[in-house]
Protein backbone atom coordinates (compact mmCIF):
# COMPACT_ATOMS: atom_id res chain seq x y z
CA UNK A 1 0.00 0.00 0.00
CA UNK A 2 2.89 2.34 0.87
CA UNK A 3 4.44 2.03 -2.14
CA UNK A 4 0.99 2.65 -4.67
CA UNK A 5 0.40 5.69 -2.27
CA UNK A 6 4.11 7.28 -2.97
CA UNK A 7 3.70 5.97 -6.84
CA UNK A 8 0.51 7.72 -6.89
CA UNK A 9 1.37 10.70 -5.26
CA UNK A 10 4.00 11.22 -7.59
CA UNK A 11 2.20 10.88 -10.47
CA UNK A 12 -0.16 13.75 -8.93
CA UNK A 13 2.89 15.72 -8.82
CA UNK A 14 4.10 15.35 -12.05
CA UNK A 15 0.79 15.84 -13.46
CA UNK A 16 0.19 19.01 -11.98
CA UNK A 17 3.15 20.27 -14.03
CA UNK A 18 2.20 19.14 -17.25
CA UNK A 19 1.08 22.05 -19.77
CA UNK A 20 1.93 24.95 -17.33
CA UNK A 21 2.53 27.96 -18.37
CA UNK A 22 5.84 29.75 -17.56
CA UNK A 23 5.58 32.94 -18.66
CA UNK A 24 4.05 35.64 -17.41
CA UNK A 25 2.28 38.63 -19.52
CA UNK A 26 3.15 36.84 -22.61
CA UNK A 27 0.40 38.60 -24.80
CA UNK A 28 0.89 42.14 -23.09
CA UNK A 29 -2.22 42.65 -21.58
CA UNK A 30 -0.91 43.64 -18.27
CA UNK A 31 -1.43 46.65 -17.94
CA UNK A 32 -4.27 48.18 -20.31
CA UNK A 33 -2.93 51.07 -21.82
CA UNK A 34 -4.29 54.49 -21.91
CA UNK A 35 -4.42 54.87 -25.40
CA UNK A 36 -5.67 52.77 -28.66
CA UNK A 37 -2.79 52.66 -30.88
CA UNK A 38 0.54 53.50 -29.88
CA UNK A 39 1.77 53.32 -25.98
CA UNK A 40 5.53 54.17 -26.37
CA UNK A 41 7.17 54.49 -23.14
CA UNK A 42 4.75 51.65 -21.65
CA UNK A 43 6.19 50.19 -18.31
CA UNK A 44 5.52 47.70 -16.07
CA UNK A 45 5.09 44.76 -19.02
CA UNK A 46 7.46 42.41 -17.53
CA UNK A 47 10.13 42.54 -20.28
CA UNK A 48 13.17 43.82 -20.69
CA UNK A 49 14.23 45.54 -23.70
CA UNK A 50 18.04 45.54 -25.04
CA UNK A 51 18.58 47.67 -28.39
CA UNK A 52 21.36 49.55 -30.08
CA UNK A 53 19.18 51.79 -31.78
CA UNK A 54 15.31 51.37 -30.65
CA UNK A 55 13.65 54.13 -28.01
CA UNK A 56 11.55 52.45 -25.72
CA UNK A 57 8.53 49.81 -25.44
CA UNK A 58 5.43 50.38 -27.00
CA UNK A 59 2.65 48.38 -26.39
CA UNK A 60 -0.52 49.00 -28.83
CA UNK A 61 -4.21 48.36 -27.87
CA UNK A 62 -6.42 47.66 -30.37
CA UNK A 63 -10.13 48.80 -29.87
CA UNK A 64 -11.63 47.74 -33.07
CA UNK A 65 -11.21 50.48 -35.45
CA UNK A 66 -8.15 50.85 -38.19
CA UNK A 67 -4.61 51.17 -36.73
CA UNK A 68 -2.81 52.19 -39.65
CA UNK A 69 0.57 51.57 -37.89
CA UNK A 70 0.21 47.60 -38.05
CA UNK A 71 -2.56 45.40 -37.61
CA UNK A 72 -5.83 47.01 -36.46
CA UNK A 73 -6.13 43.23 -34.35
CA UNK A 74 -3.40 41.15 -31.84
CA UNK A 75 -3.24 37.76 -32.57
CA UNK A 76 -4.44 37.34 -29.07
CA UNK A 77 -7.10 39.38 -27.12
CA UNK A 78 -6.60 43.00 -27.48
CA UNK A 79 -2.82 44.21 -27.19
CA UNK A 80 0.33 43.42 -28.94
CA UNK A 81 4.47 44.88 -28.57
CA UNK A 82 6.57 46.98 -30.76
CA UNK A 83 9.99 48.20 -30.21
CA UNK A 84 9.64 52.11 -30.79
CA UNK A 85 11.44 53.10 -34.23
CA UNK A 86 14.72 49.91 -34.08
CA UNK A 87 15.20 46.80 -34.20
CA UNK A 88 16.36 44.07 -30.99
CA UNK A 89 15.09 41.73 -28.47
CA UNK A 90 13.14 41.67 -25.25
CA UNK A 91 13.56 39.13 -22.85
CA UNK A 92 11.93 37.57 -19.78
CA UNK A 93 13.45 34.61 -16.98
CA UNK A 94 11.44 31.59 -16.09
CA UNK A 95 11.91 28.56 -14.25
CA UNK A 96 11.48 24.97 -15.16
CA UNK A 97 11.13 23.01 -12.36
CA UNK A 98 11.19 18.99 -13.27
CA UNK A 99 13.42 17.69 -16.59
CA UNK A 100 10.49 18.42 -19.10
CA UNK A 101 9.37 18.29 -22.91
CA UNK A 102 8.75 22.11 -23.74
CA UNK A 103 6.80 24.19 -26.44
CA UNK A 104 7.63 27.83 -27.02
CA UNK A 105 7.06 30.45 -29.33
CA UNK A 106 5.48 33.73 -30.56
CA UNK A 107 3.26 35.64 -33.02
CA UNK A 108 4.69 38.21 -35.01
CA UNK A 109 3.28 40.64 -37.68
CA UNK A 110 4.89 43.61 -39.74
CA UNK A 111 4.52 47.60 -39.19
CA UNK A 112 2.88 50.10 -41.82
CA UNK A 113 5.38 49.99 -45.15
CA UNK A 114 8.63 49.16 -43.74
CA UNK A 115 10.73 46.42 -45.28
CA UNK A 116 10.17 42.86 -44.41
CA UNK A 117 9.91 41.87 -40.82
CA UNK A 118 12.19 39.22 -39.94
CA UNK A 119 11.77 37.40 -36.55
CA UNK A 120 12.41 34.78 -34.40
CA UNK A 121 12.27 33.69 -30.71
CA UNK A 122 15.68 31.98 -28.65
CA UNK A 123 15.70 30.23 -24.90
CA UNK A 124 18.88 30.97 -23.48
CA UNK A 125 20.50 29.84 -20.37
CA UNK A 126 20.14 31.87 -16.82
CA UNK A 127 23.02 34.13 -17.49
CA UNK A 128 21.74 35.13 -21.22
CA UNK A 129 24.41 34.17 -23.10
CA UNK A 130 24.41 30.73 -24.29
CA UNK A 131 21.60 29.59 -26.77
CA UNK A 132 19.81 26.25 -25.64
CA UNK A 133 16.93 26.02 -28.22
CA UNK A 134 15.68 28.38 -30.99
CA UNK A 135 12.36 28.71 -32.95
CA UNK A 136 11.62 28.25 -36.57
CA UNK A 137 12.79 31.68 -38.00
CA UNK A 138 9.44 33.90 -39.61
CA UNK A 139 9.75 36.69 -42.15
CA UNK A 140 6.95 39.00 -43.24
CA UNK A 141 7.69 40.75 -46.60
CA UNK A 142 6.19 43.98 -47.20
CA UNK A 143 3.84 42.64 -50.08
CA UNK A 144 2.00 40.69 -47.46
CA UNK A 145 -0.47 42.37 -45.55
CA UNK A 146 0.19 43.97 -42.42
CA UNK A 147 -2.29 42.26 -40.97
CA UNK A 148 -1.02 38.66 -40.91
CA UNK A 149 0.76 36.97 -37.94
CA UNK A 150 2.91 34.75 -38.37
CA UNK A 151 3.65 32.11 -35.67
CA UNK A 152 7.42 30.65 -34.73
CA UNK A 153 7.79 27.96 -32.66
CA UNK A 154 9.51 25.21 -31.33
CA UNK A 155 10.20 22.76 -28.35
CA UNK A 156 12.74 20.91 -26.74
CA UNK A 157 13.99 19.49 -23.56
CA UNK A 158 15.14 21.86 -20.17
CA UNK A 159 16.37 20.51 -17.08
CA UNK A 160 15.48 21.32 -14.02
CA UNK A 161 16.81 25.37 -13.73
CA UNK A 162 15.97 28.88 -14.81
CA UNK A 163 16.36 30.25 -18.36
CA UNK A 164 15.65 33.20 -20.58
CA UNK A 165 13.94 33.61 -23.15
CA UNK A 166 14.12 36.31 -26.56
CA UNK A 167 11.97 37.41 -28.86
CA UNK A 168 14.03 38.88 -31.55
CA UNK A 169 12.67 41.26 -33.93
CA UNK A 170 13.78 43.55 -36.79
CA UNK A 171 12.59 47.46 -37.04
CA UNK A 172 9.54 46.65 -39.16
CA UNK A 173 8.14 43.47 -36.50
CA UNK A 174 5.57 43.10 -34.14
CA UNK A 175 5.17 40.50 -31.39
CA UNK A 176 2.45 38.88 -29.80
CA UNK A 177 1.31 35.96 -27.60
CA UNK A 178 4.51 34.43 -26.32
CA UNK A 179 4.82 31.43 -24.17
CA UNK A 180 6.66 28.54 -23.20
CA UNK A 181 4.54 25.67 -21.86
CA UNK A 182 5.90 21.98 -20.20
CA UNK A 183 3.94 19.46 -22.17
CA UNK A 184 5.20 16.66 -20.97
CA UNK A 185 8.07 16.41 -17.88
CA UNK A 186 10.77 13.55 -18.37
CA UNK A 187 10.36 10.87 -15.46
CA UNK A 188 13.58 11.04 -13.37
CA UNK A 189 14.44 6.83 -12.47
CA UNK A 190 13.62 6.73 -9.03
CA UNK A 191 9.82 7.83 -10.08
CA UNK A 192 9.65 5.16 -12.96
CA UNK A 193 10.59 2.53 -10.26
CA UNK A 194 8.50 3.54 -8.02
CA UNK A 195 5.64 3.60 -10.34
CA UNK A 196 6.63 -0.04 -11.38
CA UNK A 197 7.07 -1.16 -8.34
CA UNK A 198 3.16 -0.19 -7.54
CA UNK A 199 2.25 -1.70 -10.34
CA UNK A 200 3.84 -4.75 -9.42
CA UNK A 201 1.98 -4.83 -6.25
CA UNK A 202 -1.20 -3.89 -7.55
CA UNK A 203 -0.75 -7.30 -10.08
CA UNK A 204 -0.16 -9.53 -7.05
CA UNK A 205 -2.95 -8.31 -5.12
CA UNK A 206 -5.60 -8.97 -8.18
CA UNK A 207 -3.65 -12.36 -8.23
CA UNK A 208 -4.75 -13.29 -4.92
Do not use: C
Not at 146 to 168: A, D, H, M, P
Not at 170 to 195: H, I, K, R, Y
Request: overall charge negative; proline content about 3%; hydrophobic content about 40%.
Amino acid sequence: MKKLLIAGVLSISLNSVVHSALLVNGSFEDPVQLYPGNNTGATGIGWTLVTLDGVSHNVIRTDGSGYGGGPDSAFDATQYYDITNGSGYIWQSFTVGADSEVAFGAAFSRRDNLSMANASVGIYDSTNTTLVLSSTPVSISNEESQEIWKSSLGTGILTVGTYVIRLNMENAANADAAFVNVVNVVPEPTAALLGAMGLLTLLRRRRH
